[in-house]
């Protein structure tokens, strides 16, 4: 606990927009694969989106391919982002940073299914919807 720090949660309505924000070491930072799961009340953690910090190669579950985008932050130095647009209020749930190591031709595809082993999580930060 505490690789990872988690920042921009909230509550906004449908259609609206939300940025997440992950901060950690640089030493982390180069693992190569992090991304961002979610956990809604009574439900699996399910993958969101995943990137490998390396080369900038993205992948996004289906649920929010077209809305969401994952990055590198260009200002803030180790840090990821998510930027949430067009969201609806299934996409409230607890939100999870998740760093792992990984070699540098991995996939982003790749990078999303490792993920779920995680070497290290944030602590979760919430996101509500209202319609």
């Known amino acids: 606990t505490g690789h990872l720090r988690e920042s921009g949660g909230g509550s906004v309505q449908a259609g609206g927009s939300l940025r997440l924000s992950c901060g950690t070491s640089?030493?982390?930072?180069?693992?190569?694969?992090m991304g961002w799961f979610r956990q809604a009340p009574g439900l699996e953690r399910d993958g969101v989106a995943s990137?490998?910090?390396?080369?900038?190669?993205?992948?996004y579950a289906d649920s929010v391919k077209g809305r969401f985008i994952i990055s590198r932050d260009n200002i803030k130095k180790n840090t990821l982002t998510l930027q949430m647009n067009n969201l609806k209020p299934e996409d409230t749930a607890t939100y999870f940073c998740?760093?792992?190591?990984?070699?540098?031709?991995?996939?982003?595809?790749?990078?999303?299914?490792?993920?779920?082993?995680?070497?290290?999580w944030g602590q979760g930060i919430q996101v509500t919807v209202s319609s």
């Open positions: 998740a760093a792992v190591p990984l070699g540098f031709w991995a996939s982003a595809a790749a990078c999303y299914t490792r993920l779920r082993d995680a070497t290290f």
């Open positions: 990137i490998h910090t390396e080369r900038d190669d993205t992948y």
């Open positions: 640089e030493y982390i930072f180069r693992s190569a694969c």
